[in-house]
């Protein structure tokens, strides 16, 4: 008689059990999911050129050839859709990766070492939370001009902050325990103890405000490319669609229609996975 | 208190300082040269230029440029606007510098009893097929940006059923769609926090207490759980009207109303500089006065913070 002894795998283990039982984690994961499908293949796939003018199918009906019809251009718009959530979700990674690392870097600074870099990190934090978010943005916009860049750089400048202080209030409730004092004992230069020791003990909340983050910097890229100090022409992107589809609203309503709902289900899908993560993850964080 | 009062305004100086600072730079940063832009076809004119220079005070050195900034800004002047030579950027802004206010209050004044309201309901049904359709209508009131909504509703309201304007400003329909759609995300974002804290109140001793001693639920509920409900929510207001400003320059921009947040987006594609930061620096401090209130205030109603330096 044999006995198999296997560890239990990620399926069955209690964070997938949980995770499973969460609806909104489960929603919020499918739809998630989905959008990054048709982000990674979706141009692969799609109907036509997401430049790809047509003059005379202007604001064409939904048909056969166009599934959602045309834009002001005659440009396809499910195709404009599709390439959309790639460069919605590239701003939102990039902006993400960057705020990550520069909060990171910066809270750990901040709450192990203290001191003047302490004070400098924190007072420069509130400089920036100061400002209502989107007017910082807009007056990054104002002196780098719109552009892709100027969202990624200006939505990163007022994001970082906030991923700051929480890794730096983490670190405040670690700096103390039994195993850093062994590692500064043992000689471990302090980066070594940030990184090695401290980091992978803090890593779950920062995932639950990250994943938090990744639905309102969707949305922060949408506003900025709706009010055209984003993403501009002749790239697409769901907020300038939405745009240019309020123009044509009274005749031809089908481009703010369809994008406000691909715009819309996305936001949904992130809050959903960032607040069943947070359920599962860390009960303590509350709303921002 | 009034020393803790005192105290949060001195700490609102060099908020305020390091706007201006910024807003100088961000000018200052900006390519180009102001005077040839404004002047165009006539930039050969060097005459007129030095005038139009000399005016603007563009010919002094930089630090002379920005004690005129600073001295302006305290003094209620912003400068002149490039974009109308000559025009005090005050008197640019001054008619529409209500409106966004305005609109955020009219919002606000919306959005709490109703965000209040469904979050009482949802808690006190907690659990129940209400309850988890109010979540979901929650979630997604907080997700769909303003202008998606905005397209939603407009398409229904004013397009096909034709019950309100497509867009405009000063008359009382004209300004249903645009109050509703901001007050949207702040009523969703209330409703959550209430129904979380009447969740967490309604475990309290104090609440068994009340009921053991004969209270009827509905006593319990209005008289002992709501009003411990409230208080907290109160700090929310900050963020609420942080998020308000911002989204003012949404929906001015789409329901074309004349307020500083679509002023200040103009400003930006007509390079008009200066009324850009004065409105930056105008929506700053009105945020920054807002949050002061709102602390100051809840050091009246919860005199623990006084003494800790500042809600958490």
């Known amino acids: 008689m044999t006995?198999?002894?296997?560890?239990?795998?990620?399926?069955?283990?209690?964070?997938?059990?949980?995770?499973?039982?969460?609806?909104?984690?489960?929603?919020?994961?499918?739809?998630?999911?989905?959008?990054?499908?048709?982000?990674?293949?979706?141009?692969?796939?799609?109907?036509?050129?997401?430049?790809?003018?047509?003059?005379?199918?202007?604001?064409?009906?939904?048909?056969?050839?166009?599934?959602?019809?045309?834009?002001?251009?005659?440009?396809?718009?499910?195709?404009?859709?599709?390439?959309?959530?790639?460069?919605?979700?590239?701003?939102?990674?990039?902006?993400?990766?960057?705020?990550?690392?520069?909060?990171?870097?910066?809270?750990?600074?901040?709450?192990?070492?203290?001191?003047?870099?302490?004070?400098?990190?924190?007072?420069?934090?509130?400089?920036?939370?100061?400002?209502?978010?989107?007017?910082?943005?807009?007056?990054?916009?104002?002196?780098?001009?719109?552009?892709?860049?100027?969202?990624?750089?200006?939505?990163?400048?007022?994001?970082?902050?906030?991923?700051?202080?929480?890794?730096?209030?983490?670190?405040?409730?670690?700096?103390?325990?039994?195993?850093?004092?062994?590692?500064?004992?043992?000689?471990?230069?302090?980066?070594?103890?940030?990184?090695?020791?401290?980091?992978?003990?803090?890593v779950a909340p920062l995932i639950v405000r990250a994943s938090i983050g990744v639905g309102f910097i969707v949305m922060a890229e949408a506003t900025l490319s709706f009010l055209g100090i984003g993403v501009q022409e002749p790239e697409p992107s769901w907020g300038g669609m939405i745009r240019d589809g309020l123009v044509g609203l009274r005749t031809d309503p089908y481009l703010a229609l369809f994008g406000s709902m691909a715009l819309g289900l996305a936001i949904i899908g992130f809050n959903l996975l960032g607040d069943g993560l947070r359920d599962l993850l860390d009960p303590k964080i509350r709303d921002r | 208190m009034l020393t803790y009062a005192m105290r949060r305004l001195l700490g609102l100086v060099p908020v305020l300082a390091v706007a201006v600072v910024l807003t100088f730079i961000a000018i200052q940063a900006i390519p180009g040269d102001p005077i040839l832009i404004m002047l165009s076809d006539q930039s050969a004119d060097k005459a007129l230029a030095a005038r139009l220079r000399a005016e603007y005070g563009l010919d002094l050195p930089l630090w002379q440029q920005f004690l005129n900034y600073i001295r302006g800004v305290a003094t209620g002047d912003f400068g002149k606007s490039f974009r109308f030579v000559g025009v005090p950027v005050i008197d640019v802004i001054k008619d529409a510098l209500m409106i966004s206010p305005v609109l955020a209050l009219a919002a606000t004044a919306l959005a709490v009893p109703v965000g209040v309201i469904v979050g009482v309901f949802a808690a006190l049904r907690r659990n129940s097929w209400a309850d988890t359709t109010v979540i979901l209508v929650l979630i997604a009131g907080i997700s769909i940006p303003n202008f998606a909504l905005s397209a939603f509703l407009v398409f229904i309201f004013a397009v096909k059923l034709g019950i309100v304007p497509v867009a405009g400003w000063g008359t009382l329909e004209q300004a249903v769609l645009p109050v509703t759609i901001l007050a949207v995300p702040p009523a969703a974002y209330i409703a959550r926090l209430s129904r979380t804290y009447m969740l967490e109140v309604l475990q309290q001793d104090y609440i068994r207490t009340a009921r053991a001693k004969g209270l009827s639920r509905r006593l319990v509920v209005y008289r002992h759980a709501l009003r411990n409900t409230l208080v907290p929510l109160l700090t929310t207001i900050g963020i609420i009207f942080g998020g308000l400003l911002s989204a003012a320059f949404v929906v001015e921009t789409i329901f074309n109303i004349p307020g500083l947040g679509r002023m200040a987006i103009q400003a930006i594609f007509s390079r008009d500089y200066p009324v850009t930061m004065a409105i930056v620096l105008l929506f700053t401090a009105f945020y920054a006065l807002i949050n002061l209130l709102v602390d100051v205030l809840y050091g009246v109603i919860d005199p623990r913070i006084r003494l800790g330096g500042g809600p958490t």
Request: aromatic share 10%; with cysteine; proline share 4%.
């Open chain 1, 3 to 202: 006995v198999q002894i296997t560890a239990p795998g990620f399926w069955q283990s209690e964070f997938a059990v949980r995770f499973r039982r969460n609806r909104n984690a489960v929603a919020g994961s499918i739809i998630v999911a989905f959008v990054v499908l048709v982000a990674v293949f979706g141009p692969f796939v799609a109907p036509y050129a997401y430049d790809d003018t047509d003059l005379l199918g202007t604001w064409a009906e939904p048909s056969r050839e166009h599934l959602l019809g045309g834009d002001q251009l005659g440009r396809d718009i499910l195709s404009r859709l599709i390439v959309g959530a790639r460069v919605s979700l590239l701003v939102a990674i990039s902006v993400l990766s960057i705020t990550l690392a520069v909060g990171i870097l910066m809270g750990m600074i901040a709450g192990y070492f203290g001191g003047w870099a302490d004070g400098l990190i924190m007072r420069t934090s509130d400089i920036i939370f100061a400002f209502p978010e989107l007017i910082f943005a807009i007056l990054v916009a104002a002196v780098m001009g719109p552009s892709k860049l100027t969202v990624i750089v200006s939505l990163s400048i007022v994001w970082w902050p906030g991923i700051a202080r929480l890794t730096r209030a983490l670190v405040l409730q670690l700096r103390n325990e039994l195993y850093v004092d062994a590692a500064i004992a043992c000689g471990t230069g302090p980066f070594t103890i940030l990184f090695r020791h401290l980091l992978p003990n803090i």
